[in-house]
């Protein structure tokens, strides 16, 4: 069984940076091996593709309202995925989810929710203006 818990949201000004945290267990669990996201819901909206990093670590995925101020990593050592966020705005307000391809080495970066099987709990992220 995978388990996957989310760190780092907070409250923070528009303008301001935060990074996310989402590491993954499970005795065995080849995260390595598996392509990691970030989606996002807000109150009344329905959940969005943040980033995706694929398994192997060289190809990534934004969603066009984060490109050029979201960057997704991976640590595989640490079992660890990372959305680093900056110059973030009120609209960015939502509880983030990390996620797990549901395929093993998939050719191309996953994006979409039914691509991915295994959610964490989720971190909010509040920005004030």
């Known amino acids: 069984q995978v388990l996957l818990v989310e760190s780092g949201g907070g409250l923070v000004q528009a303008g301001s940076s935060l990074r996310l945290s989402c590491t993954a267990s499970?005795?065995?669990?080849?995260?390595?091996?598996?392509?990691m996201g970030w989606f996002r819901q807000a109150p009344g909206k329905e959940r969005e593709f943040v980033a995706a990093?694929?398994?192997?670590?060289?190809?990534?995925q934004y969603g066009d309202s984060v490109k050029g101020r979201f960057t997704i990593s991976r640590d595989d050592a640490k079992t660890t995925t990372y959305l680093q966020m900056n110059s973030l705005k009120p609209e960015d307000t939502a509880v983030y989810y990390c996620?797990?391809?549901?395929?093993?080495?998939?050719?191309?970066?996953?994006?979409?929710?039914?691509?991915?099987?295994?959610w964490g709990q989720g971190t909010q992220v509040t920005v004030s203006s």
């Open positions: 996620a797990k391809d549901r395929q093993r080495r998939r050719s191309y970066t996953p994006t979409r929710i039914g691509d991915f099987n295994t």
């Open positions: 499970g005795s065995t669990f080849p995260f390595s091996q598996f392509a």
């Open positions: 990093t694929k398994w192997s670590g060289d190809s990534t």
